[in-house]
């Protein structure tokens, strides 16, 4: 196994739509996390050096902050992100569910188009991570597919309801 995750998903929907409901905040707030819980948004800048920061609360009360700051963009076929776990004022903090889980992970989402169905593929790697931490991501990449996996398949149901 290396250290990195690929996942990639097709979407019944052209590339344009796909990409403003990854990127646009009023998409975002509809489908984006585990099934079940909170959304809210914190702070949502899509732009180069931008930043998303936001919290998830989970069905029996656990919050959870992430912040992602916006490493390139190119619109409407690829954006890249780094992010991390956080405290409410946005400071990395270690993942609330393995103390050895990378502080920093990189992800890289690129969107082709074909006869109007898009192809999202998302590859995520640790970043600046110690042996330890990348041991943690090794060990822990079924996990990481299917916590992608059920929020691809949110965006599907969303992709659904037709948004613009």
């Known amino acids: 196994m290396s250290a990195k995750v690929e996942i990639t998903h097709t ?10 409901t990854f990127t646009q ?3 975002l707030r509809n489908w984006w996390g585990p099934k079940g819980w909170d959304f809210t948004i914190s702070t949502f800048e ?8 936001y919290s998830q609360k989970s069905p029996d009360g656990d919050i959870m902050w992430v912040k992602f700051i916006y490493d ?5 076929e690829k954006f890249v992100y780094t992010q991390f776990f956080s405290d409410k004022e946005g400071n990395v903090v270690r993942a609330p569910f393995h103390d050895t889980w990378p ?3 990189q992800n890289t989402f690129t969107l ?3 006869d109007g169905k898009t192809t999202v593929t998302m590859i995520e790697t640790p ?6 931490e990348l041991q943690t991501f090794v060990e822990s990449q079924d996990m990481v597919q299917e916590g992608f996996s059920g929020t691809f398949n949110h965006l599907e149901d ?6 613009n």
Request: cysteine-free; aromatic content about 12%.
């Open 11 to 20: 979407f019944n929907a052209a590339r344009e739509v796909v990409f403003k």
């Open 25 to 27: 905040a009023e998409h």
């Open 46 to 53: 899509f732009e180069q050096g931008g930043i998303f920061h």
């Open 72 to 76: 390139e963009i190119s619109v409407p």
């Open 103 to 105: 502080l920093k992970m």
């Open 112 to 114: 082709l188009e074909h």
């Open 127 to 132: 970043v600046s991570a110690t042996e330890e």
């Open 158 to 163: 969303y992709l659904l309801k037709k948004p």
